[in-house]
């Protein structure tokens, strides 16, 4: 399933335009799993489910237990773009509770299916953080920020 917001920049001083889609991946099985539902009941969402936008701000509920958001409060897309490297925050929850892998897709271009994983965060890494850095001598590149739940 794709959920979230799109964006898009460029950067004057370069040739390359960056544009970013939030994704998030099917929940296994459906299953919701111990530590997510501990942490939606804990956040005044009880019984939401993953895929749920609960705040209808464009983030899932599982996007923004992986970034560590309020799911109550309609939040901006929370990201950092300095020169030609994104950097996403990664939630202490979902690091802590070692449940949440977080990936980064990267292609030239929007053709579907022409996306690579550049960079993969598995637990228990626990880095407060994910990046990439587009290639200088790239012309154009985009990226997404991809979620799996999973069992710890």
Request: zero cysteines; aromatic letters at 12%; glycine letters at 8%.
């Amino acid at each position: 399933m794709t959920a979230g917001k799109t964006i898009s920049t460029a950067n004057p001083g370069r040739r390359w335009r960056a544009r970013w889609i939030w994704h998030e991946a099917d929940n296994p099985a459906g299953s919701l799993f111990f530590n997510y539902t501990t942490w939606a009941s804990a956040n005044g969402i009880p019984g939401e489910l993953p895929e749920n936008d609960y705040d209808n701000d464009g983030l899932s509920n599982l996007m923004e237990y992986a970034l560590g958001l309020d799911p109550k409060v309609s939040n901006p897309l929370t990201y950092n773009f300095d020169d030609n490297t994104i950097t996403f925050p990664k939630g202490s929850d979902a690091i802590n509770n070692g449940d949440v892998t977080y990936i980064i897709e990267t292609a030239t271009d929007l053709v579907a299916g022409d996306w690579n994983s550049s960079v993969t965060h598995t637990p228990p890494d626990a880095s407060p953080t994910i990046q990439y850095s587009f290639p200088s001598d790239q012309p154009k590149g985009f990226a997404r920020l991809r979620i799996i739940l999973s069992a710890p």
